[in-house]
């Protein structure tokens, strides 16, 4: 199992937290779509749909997860990459897909206690439990269909970490 393993699930699903901590475990690379974005165009996701809009975000982010791809490798995406079939295909034909499943109200909740500097923009100018309602609402289906695997993210990251190992069949190190 030598392919790349791409996180996905909405925003404070902990995609970067759990994938990174994954990445530590197995001795692989961690690699997050928004931060390997910012590196090459010197923009934050902000930045990019101030200036070209949603649309022109998501183009990036294909190109960027396309750009990163490789073995070794755990690759947070953005909570939006599944939105696109091309990205769900691509992700599904060059690695293995986990997805971070957890309720609105525990996405909320914890995006509350995460500075605003470090947040992406809100989608909907909504109050944020609402705003995910809306979100896993749009996505569970797309988020199920990409996966090979889904994960409970409501527990702690080490323990999300070791239950990813036991889907991928993979010993404990
Ligand atoms: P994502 O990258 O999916 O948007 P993050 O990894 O940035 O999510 O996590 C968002 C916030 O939630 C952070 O403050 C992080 O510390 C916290 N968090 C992430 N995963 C967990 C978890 N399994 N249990 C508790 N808190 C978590
Ligand atoms: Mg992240």
């Excluded at 960027?64 to 939105?83: E, M, N, Q, Y």
Aim: with cysteine.
């Amino acid at each position: 199992m030598t392919q790349t393993i791409f996180m996905v699930g909405a925003r404070g699903a902990g995609k970067t937290t759990v994938g990174s901590a994954l990445a530590k475990t197995l001795g692989y690379k961690f690699v997050d779509t928004d931060l390997a974005l910012l590196c090459t165009s010197g923009l934050s996701v902000a930045d990019i749909v101030e200036r070209e809009g949603w649309e022109g975000f998501r183009r990036r982010e294909t190109e960027t997860l396309k750009a990163i791809c490789s073995p070794l490798t755990v690759v947070a995406t953005g909570g939006g990459v599944v939105l696109s079939q091309e990205n769900r295909d691509f992700m599904c034909e060059n690695g293995t897909v986990i997805y971070l499943r957890s309720p609105a109200s525990t996405l909320a909740n914890r995006l509350e206690d995460t500075p605003l500097e470090d947040q992406r923009p809100t989608l909907t100018g909504k109050p944020i439990t609402e705003e995910m309602m809306e979100v896993l609402n749009e996505r569970e289906a797309l988020y199920q269909e990409a996966a090979h695997h889904v994960v409970d993210g409501t527990q702690e990251p080490q323990t999300v970490v070791n239950l990813i190992m036991d889907a991928l069949a993979l010993p404990m190190v």
